[in-house]
T-cell receptor, first 115, second 112 residues
């Protein structure tokens, strides 16, 4: 089945460590890609998005992601995490299905940053 | 303030009862979505609508129904046919064609 995969379900890092969260999708054709974050007790909010152009996109709070079309991937990175980055991170893909645009999310990755 | 309002925040229901969750937005968005969030399963799409009077089944539509009579409103009914309705339900809206989604605070349904 077509899907969005996040292979890391739970990641634990110390402050200042580098972060990379994987996201792979299996849809062909045109896709738009997103990373959302859900801090404890808060709404889901957008971290960054890719529609076209430069495959390396920068988002809020020092996050960035790279779209690699040949690998169907959109991995999220941050060079140095902070305790305040503790949250759940979701990859999402907009893709076409039967003439409609669906927005499908991955299963999420819980990041715990230890001070 | 512009945004998405979901109500109620918490809802308890007896087995066999239908319940309707409200979602209202004043962002003038054409597209609206309902997701279910369960631990370890991320957000799963229940129904979505790109314009008024039109909606499509998502990946887990069985046991749910929706309507889209007004642009601002996209209520979700959890019917007694839904085998495992206890969950956290999220409503979202966005432009059509969609870009960023904006989420409500969610409704937590517990079936007793």
């Amino acid at each position: 089945a077509q899907s969005v995969s996040q292979h890391n379900h739970h990641v634990i890092l110390s402050e200042a460590a580098s972060l990379e969260l994987g996201c792979n999708y299996s849809y062909g054709g045109t896709v738009n890609l997103f990373w959302y974050v859900q801090y404890p007790g808060q709404h889901l909010q957008l971290l960054l998005k890719y529609f076209s152009g430069d495959p390396l996109v920068k988002g809020i709070k020092g996050f960035e992601a790279e779209f690699i079309k040949s690998k169907f991937s959109f991995n999220l990175r941050k060079p140095s995490v902070q305790w305040s980055d503790t949250a759940e991170y979701f990859c999402a893909v907009i893709h076409y299905s039967g003439g409609y645009q669906k927005v499908t999310f991955g299963t999420g990755t819980k990041l715990q940053v230890i001070p | 303030d512009g945004g998405i309002t979901q109500s109620p925040k918490y809802l308890f229901r007896k087995e066999g009862q239908n319940v309707t969750l409200s979602c209202e937005q004043n962002l003038n968005h054409d597209a609206m979505y309902w997701y279910r969030q369960d631990p370890g399963q991320g957000l799963r799409l229940i129904y979505y609508s790109q314009i008024v009077n039109d909606f499509q089944k998502g990946d887990i539509a069985e046991g749910y129904s929706v309507s889209r009579e007004k642009k601002e409103s996209f209520p979700l009914t959890v019917t007694s046919a839904q085998k495992n309705p206890t969950a956290f339900y999220l409503c979202a809206s966005g432009l059509s064609p969609p870009g960023e989604l904006f989420f409500g605070e969610g409704s937590r349904l517990t079936v007793l």
